[in-house]
């Protein structure tokens, strides 16, 4: 396009609309040529902007066009080149940020043949036909960034410590397109839907015409070259061209049907956003199931165009024409927008702290390949999904403790490094921790405090680990824009022990020592909400490190820039014993709630006006409203807790008037538990609330929306995965909110009890169960919970299709089969801890069945279960006595060791059962097996018997089984 002949002259402030684009070389040709009048060069109107823009004219609207510098991509640059905008154009109304990346082709792998289908397809097979049902993603194809009701447009996300290990862990969601934009993107479809497709390759044709070089680089591919390959096909290194890739007669490829024409089809969803590629098919597939994904990339771009498949085949040779068909459908966005309605728009105005949020979390503080390596290696939890469990504050709340001057004196002078605030049961010191850290007020001003937080839950075993707590609090410490300074305190550790760094307290609290002592550290803030929920065995190790820490402060033995703790708990005289000695030296460190219950009340009081006076839409008078306002007020012992339970089931009547009120208030619970009986006691089916909580309360880790469907209907009559009816996710909440009301909370598509208190609740202090007659209190026993649980994961296992298959060595098949097969990866990593537990003779025969090692059945649970927890070589195993040692089933080895069997046999790496069961220090089936008379000192695997085995894993109640025996040679050696 040539620059504009016209005597008029652009100012900055004649351009409304930004655009960006995420590929300089390819995307900014096309985006010259789609404009309908190129406008001169500006001079720059700000020193600190370096960026390069091209302007001019699209149907009503001046637009000024950037990229992202010298092909780097990702969401800081996006929103620096953005920021930097602005800086001179200060009239900009909104943006279009558009690029091109990787969908998710939401189809089955159907019979081989060539990417698009062959022309010679009569027959249609289930297969296809299934495929026809789901959405078609072909290269070339369009995406648009959209919300729905159920999923958000945008959805960020990281890989995690293990990206092989399919964890998503989302960090966060962006705000939606301004309301102009989605009204035309709707225009558009409609549109679209009239004419009967959109016309955006005519659109290409007319672009290219006048240039004959633009027609050669921007021409459509052919259907030849859109190949979807298998999910476990991973790519040949060094094989440019993929026919080694394809195998014979295109076996490897997915068969999809030809389209009728070669019109790329706009698809509107979610978008996955990470800071780096993805090019794993599995776990491609994986996410995009599980959030709705269609497309991932890396800028939190709105339109996007389909140029690869986000796997190992990933190639430029789609992308100048994706490119150009984005750039049409851009073009055919602004030409629906009217002028006069953007110029009425106020210009972007908070779009500076906007870009430097995303800056700050984003950024990639220029990293090598190790340091980024060694990042990732301290992500372990989702801690974000963790914090963003409990609910926002209301305002004016939680004063007791933001204007006490133990808390101002600790974040803003810096008295001493520590701050433990206590505070009762439902009293919201969780939702005060999520506000210290989404609200940033452990900040004074814009000082530069960096907010690292863990949240203990009684979740998992994951959320109970001090050693989670440390990697989590480092992850988002080395993430931050002081990482890069700060990370060289990890490398030394992290290339001595690589992926096991973060399962080491020491190690890990050496680094946070390090970086304490060092004079470029700034301020810190480590938040550890809810201590109290930390497991007791390892609680006392870390309360050790903080005291020891707060009293360096003392020695001057830190650096001047401090890095501090908050953390929270109850009130409970085990950690205030653990304390004390510090509390006599630094009264200053505890902050206790507890003295705060008067303010607490008049807190929760304000939050009750300001909870009612959102029901506005269904109170039927002022009166009604008073009413409530009152009987509410006036209950004795509320909490911030009762309040939750109690509004949030108000909530759900459609109108309140008077007598409701008064109804309402005759049955008001008094307290919390109270409140849970009642809402218990309105399940439609008590049976299955039992069930279901039996599933969540005994889990090992939350489960997601589909495991908790196949273990709530699973049955020992079910013989296949095809059997179970799984409901989709939304029709399954509702299932969940009848069976149990508010006692259960859905968050990120796993489900959770609403509060701590409802498995104290459900179980009692010290597993106590008995239960009140007519009440739920004390009404789950644990090893009924763990019965069940080892019934659905057993049963699970004894499908008839998993007979039939056999994983590779390598990992991707088995991550294929846990991502197809929902509640597979549980149940192989979690019925042997269930049985254990459980301890229910009538388990034997299902846990002999599931350890018989002749069985195709065992060898495909234990091919998953191994790689996902062991680094060497699979053992292959003749006697059932192994898997069994290995395990630690005690009550299973009972049973074998009755029968004559030999217990000092030999595997391929010449262990016995002894010695894996001594590696993996299963006390109760070591002493078994030293009665049946097996050989002490058997030698095989790494080391040179079963007492050293024990020494080096640090299992002392083993060496002392060894050692009574008074048979161990010391001296024994290989």
């Not at 909104?94 to 998710?104: I, P, S, T």
């Not at 672009?207 to 040949?236: C, I, P, W």
């Not at 959030?291 to 498949?309: H, L």
């Not at 002749?854 to 191994?866: A, G, K, P, V």
């Amino acid at each position: 396009m040539n620059i504009a002949e016209t005597s008029r002259s652009f100012e900055h402030a004649d351009y409304t609309v930004k655009w960006i684009y995420a590929l300089p070389k390819t995307e900014l040709m096309v985006a010259g040529a789609i404009l309908n009048e190129e406008h001169p060069v500006l001079p720059a109107a700000d020193p600190g902007d370096t960026n390069v823009y091209l302007l001019g004219e699209i149907g009503s609207h001046n637009v000024v066009i950037a990229y992202l510098p010298a092909e780097n991509t990702g969401k800081v640059l996006t929103a620096i080149v953005a920021k930097d905008m602005l800086r001179s154009f200060k009239s900009i109304r909104f943006g279009l940020m558009v690029g091109v990346g990787g969908g998710a082709p939401s189809c089955i792998e159907a019979n081989s043949g060539t990417g698009e289908g062959s022309e010679d397809e009569d027959d249609e097979d289930e297969d296809e036909e299934e495929v026809e049902k789901k959405e078609d993603i072909r290269l070339r194809d369009v995406v648009i960034s959209l919300h729905s009701k159920s999923s958000q447009a945008v959805v960020q996300y990281d890989f995690g410590k293990s990206l092989q290990g399919g964890e998503f862990f989302q960090t966060g969601t962006l705000n939606k397109p301004p309301n102009i934009l989605l009204n035309a993107i709707g225009m558009l479809q409609g549109q679209y839907v009239r004419k009967g497709g959109n016309n955006l390759s005519e659109h290409l044709t007319r672009m290219v015409s006048t240039n004959l070089g633009l027609a050669r680089k921007f021409e459509y591919q052919g259907s030849g070259k859109d190949r979807l390959f298998k999910r476990n096909v991973g790519h040949v290194n060094g094989k440019k061209i993929c026919k080694t890739c394809c195998g014979p007669a295109d076996i490897n490829l997915v068969k999809r049907r030809q389209r009728g024409d070669t019109s790329p089809v706009l698809h509107y969803g979610t978008i996955g956003s990470a800071d780096q590629v993805m090019k794993d098919s599995v776990l491609r597939d994986l996410w995009a199931e599980e959030k709705n994904i269609i497309y991932f990339e890396m800028e939190a771009a709105v339109i996007q165009g389909i140029c690869d498949y986000t796997d190992s085949y990933k190639n430029k040779i789609w992308q100048p024409y994706t490119a150009a068909i984005i750039a049409a459908y851009a073009k055919e966005l602004l030409r629906v927008i009217p002028g006069q309605a953007v110029m009425n728009m106020s210009p972007i105005e908070q779009f500076e702290l906007v870009t430097d949020n995303i800056v700050q979390q984003f950024k990639q503080w220029r990293r090598t390949g190790e340091e980024e390596q060694c990042l990732q290696s301290f992500r372990t939890t989702n801690y974000e999904s963790q914090k963003n469990l409990n609910p926002n504050r209301e305002k004016e709340t939680f004063l007791w403790c933001l204007e006490d001057p133990k808390f101002l004196d600790w974040r803003d002078k810096s008295t001493s490094r520590l701050l433990w605030v206590t505070a009762d049961p439902g009293c919201g010191k969780s939702v005060l921790s999520k506000a210290l850290v989404d609200e940033h007020l452990l900040e004074r001003e814009a000082n530069g405090t960096t907010i690292c937080y863990f949240f203990f839950k009684d979740t998992s075993d994951e959320q109970r680990s001090p050693v989670s707590a440390l990697s989590a609090l480092l992850h988002q410490l080395f993430a931050s824009e002081k990482g890069a300074k700060l990370i060289k305190h990890a490398m030394p550790a992290f290339r001595q022990n690589k992926t096991h760094l973060s399962e080491n307290l020491e190690v890990l609290w050496n680094i946070v020592q390090n970086i304490a002592m060092d004079p470029e550290c700034g301020k810190i803030v480590f938040l550890i909400d809810a201590l109290d929920e930390c497991k007791y065995t390892s609680q006392e190790n870390l309360i050790t490190k903080l005291k020891k820490f707060e009293q360096l402060r003392t020695l001057n033995e830190l650096s001047r820039n401090n890095l501090q703790f908050f953390i929270t708990s109850r009130p409970y005289w085990d950690i205030e014993s653990r304390f004390q000695e510090l509390i006599d030296d630094v009264p200053g460190i505890r902050l206790e709630g507890e003295n705060y219950s008067k303010e607490i009340r008049l807190e929760i009081d304000h939050v009750i006006k300001a909870r009612v006076n959102k029901l506005d839409r269904v109170i039927a008078s002022a009166r009604a409203r008073d009413l409530l306002l009152e009987g509410l007020s006036k209950i004795e012992n509320r909490t911030y807790l009762w309040l939750h339970l109690i509004l949030d089931s108000i909530e759900f009547n459609p109108r309140i008037d008077v007598q409701v009120v008064k109804d309402l208030l005759r049955a008001l619970p008094k307290t919390v538990e109270e409140a849970y009986d009642a809402i218990l006691k309105r399940s439609n089916e008590p049976s299955k609330a039992m069930r279901l909580l039996h599933i969540v309360v005994g889990a090992t880790r939350p489960l997601s929306l589909k495991e908790i469907g196949i273990a709530l209907y699973i049955t020992d009559e079910i013989r296949s995965y095809q059997d179970l009816e799984i409901q989709e996710d939304e029709q399954f909440k509702i299932v969940i909110r009848h069976l149990c009301g508010l006692f259960v909370s859905i968050v990120d598509g796993k489900v959770f009890l609403i509060h701590q208190t409802t498995k104290e609740y459900l179980i009692g202090s010290s597993n106590i169960t008995t239960s009140i007659s007519g009440s739920w209190k004390n009404s789950l026993e644990p090893k009924v919970s763990n019965r069940v649980l080892t019934e659905c994961c057993l049963w699970y296992l004894s499908f008839e299709e998993f007979e039939k298959l056999s994983p590779s060595e390598d990992g991707s098949q088995i991550y294929q089969y846990c991502a197809e097969n929902h509640f597979l990866d549980y149940s192989t990593k979690n019925w042997s801890t269930h049985f254990r537990e459980a301890e229910s003779i009538d388990l034997y025969n299902l846990g002999l069945i599931a350890c018989e090692v002749s069985s195709n059945r065992f060898s495909f649970w234990f091919s998953i279960y191994w790689k996902q927890n062991e680094s060497e070589c699979r053992p292959e195993w003749k006697q059932d006595l192994f898997p069994i040692a290995y395990l630690g089933i005690d009550s299973l080895m009972s049973i074998l060791l009755e029968n004559s069997i030999n217990v000092d046999s030999k595997d391929l790496t010449n262990r016995t059962p002894l010695l894996w069961s001594v590696e993996r220090g299963h006390e109760v089936v070591v002493k078994l097996l030293l009665e049946a008379k097996a050989d002490v000192n058997a030698q095989g695997g790494y080391y040179s018997n079963a007492l050293q085995a024990a020494s080096y894993a640090g299992h002392e109640a083993v060496m002392k089984l060894l050692l009574d025996t008074g048979e161990v040679e010391i001296d024994s050696k290989k």
